[in-house]
């Protein structure tokens, strides 16, 4: 079962994919952990992936596809894998397409998780972090016992500069343009499946799972 998950930034598609890898025994795979392990490990393909990084800019389209083959050319991801993250664009999309088809594979589902924008930006805007251990709350949903203080280390909790409303417009912008058109490029190819991400994230994985079966 080969997963590509998709929706905007804030729409919870990381939460999703971490559920359905747990559920169905198979490796959730983020560029950013792809990336990590790759220059931690010293590899050939980290090596070069570091210095496009260190040199702040984007690794390449062909060699972040090259990255992610290679995580699923590993034994555990036999049985499937689900995406996340990856593609980011119709370029990275068609790389990947080519390079499945190569080994004689090809991707079984594209889910959206659709959230409106007003709902990502009010989302994002009411989450909060500590900068000391890192957990994270929101406002309204997973509040700290104390107002503005973490309930693990007694330290502040603040609004990242990430999730701050023009931040998260931004973000929301660059989506729409790079992103949101691969889910026209997943619908011609048969795969795509639409959840509403509106809903509580116990519904959105049942509808998920209702897609994917038992």
Do not use: W
């Amino acid at each position: 079962m080969k997963i590509i998950m998709l929706g905007a930034p804030g729409a919870g598609k990381g939460t999703q994919a971490k559920q359905i890898a747990d559920k169905y025994g198979i490796p959730h795979i983020s560029t950013g952990d792809i990336f990590r392990a790759n220059i931690k490990n010293g590899t050939e393909l980290g090596k070069k992936a570091k210095e496009y990084m260190d040199q702040g800019a984007l690794v390449p389209d062909e060699l972040t596809c090259d990255l992610v083959m290679d995580r699923i050319a590993q034994d555990d991801a036999k049985n499937g894998f689900v995406l996340d993250g990856f593609p980011r664009t119709i370029p990275q999309a068609e790389a990947l397409t080519a390079a499945l088809e190569k080994i004689g594979q090809k991707m079984d589902f594209a889910i959206d998780v659709d959230v409106p924008d007003e709902n990502i930006v009010n989302r994002m805007s009411g989450r909060r972090a500590c900068l000391n251990c890192g957990a994270t709350y929101h406002i309204v949903s997973i509040p700290p016992k104390q107002e503005g203080i973490c309930d693990r280390c007694g330290s502040e909790i603040v609004l990242r500069d990430d999730d701050k409303p023009e931040t998260v417009q931004k973000r929301l912008s660059v989506y729409h343009e790079q992103t949101q058109p691969l889910i026209e490029y997943y619908q011609k190819q048969g795969i795509l499946q639409s959840v509403d991400g509106t809903v509580p994230m116990e519904e959105v994985f049942r509808s998920i799972v209702a897609i994917l079966g038992e």
